[in-house]
């Protein structure tokens, strides 16, 4: 659990503010046992427990043969949850903020209960940049998040991005009865595992993210203005054709696959002086 995470304030002279991340711990060992069950589906060795608490998930991982990097970032109860772990083995308990920490090197799932207020950080940290080396996660989200994440279309260029490298699925609804404290929001199980074959090459992927991220400003803008700054009249009349849709339809209608084929279409055929800017939200 990351229930109280403070950080020093970035301007001089101003103190740090708390940032009480929304932690609400499993209750239910079945939802546990759910969420090992999902998570065998793409095992890797290694499991990143992000906002690890009172140890629910971890513990269970590392009985299951996982080698299990728990991380929590309140003393009081990493020191509690280091006194659970004792001797057993497979587990390693890191005190810090997972959104500071630097990511392990090789491939790693994640399987875990995250705070509610850094849901999003916490799947850019994992998602934005494709050479981070996350293959799957099962992780506990906000209902309403989880439905944002994996809702047809995409309109927001952050999540596309993911999406062109890894498939987002709501596995299934969790009532709030089912942690302690209960949160006012429904919850959702969100399974995430990285596409054998992305729709955009990694080595593209910071300038599909310069082309989404301009052309999705206004999701409703019609398709010949958004990307109007990349394709002449007669490429675009080519790229309506190709992607079998009127010219006039929002931007925001298309789906990964379409935009996959629009941004081939640009490096195909669009002179190079005219291609997006490298652009994104990554920090790895």
């Given at each position: 659990m990351m229930s109280k995470n403070k950080r020093p304030s970035r301007q001089a002279g101003r103190p740090a503010l708390p940032n009480f991340s929304g932690q609400h711990l499993i209750r239910d060992k079945s939802l546990v046992r759910r969420m090992i069950e999902l998570a065998r589906l793409s095992p890797q060795p290694l499991v990143l427990d992000i906002g690890a608490g009172a140890g629910a998930l971890t513990l269970p991982l590392a009985q299951e043969g996982w080698q299990v990097l728990a991380i929590e970032n309140d003393s009081r109860i990493a020191e509690k949850l280091r006194g659970k772990i004792g001797e057993t083995e497979g587990i390693r308990l890191v005190e810090t903020d997972f959104l500071?920490?630097?990511l392990p090197r090789k491939p790693f799932g994640v399987v875990a209960n995250i705070p509610f207020a850094i849901t999003t950080a916490v799947l850019g940290r994992l998602m934005d940049h494709p050479a981070v080396p996350f293959r799957h996660g099962v992780l506990i989200v906000e209902f309403g998040a989880a439905r944002r994440f994996t809702?047809?279309?995409?309109?927001?260029?952050?999540?596309?991005?993911?999406?062109?490298?890894?498939?987002?699925?709501?596995?299934?609804?969790?009532?709030?009865?089912?942690?302690?404290?209960?949160?006012?929001?429904?919850?959702?199980?969100?399974?995430?595992?990285?596409?054998?074959?992305?729709?955009?090459?990694p080595s593209d992927h910071a300038r599909f993210m310069g082309l989404v991220t301009q052309a999705l400003r206004v999701p409703g803008a019609p398709l010949h203005a958004a990307l109007g700054p990349w394709f002449t009249?007669?490429?675009l009349k080519h790229l309506v054709k190709l992607l079998r849709v009127d010219r006039s339809v929002p931007v925001g209608a298309l789906n990964e696959r379409q935009w996959a084929a629009v941004f081939e279409t640009i490096i195909r055929y669009v002179e190079p002086y005219r291609w997006p800017k490298a652009g994104g939200l990554f920090r790895w």
């Open positions: 500071e920490m630097p809702a047809d279309p995409v309109t927001q260029a952050r999540i596309l991005g993911w999406r062109m490298q890894f498939d987002l699925k709501l596995a299934e609804p969790v009532s709030p009865d089912r942690f302690s404290p209960p949160p006012r929001v429904h919850c959702a199980i969100l399974t995430v595992r990285r596409k054998n074959e992305p729709l955009v090459r009249p007669a490429q």
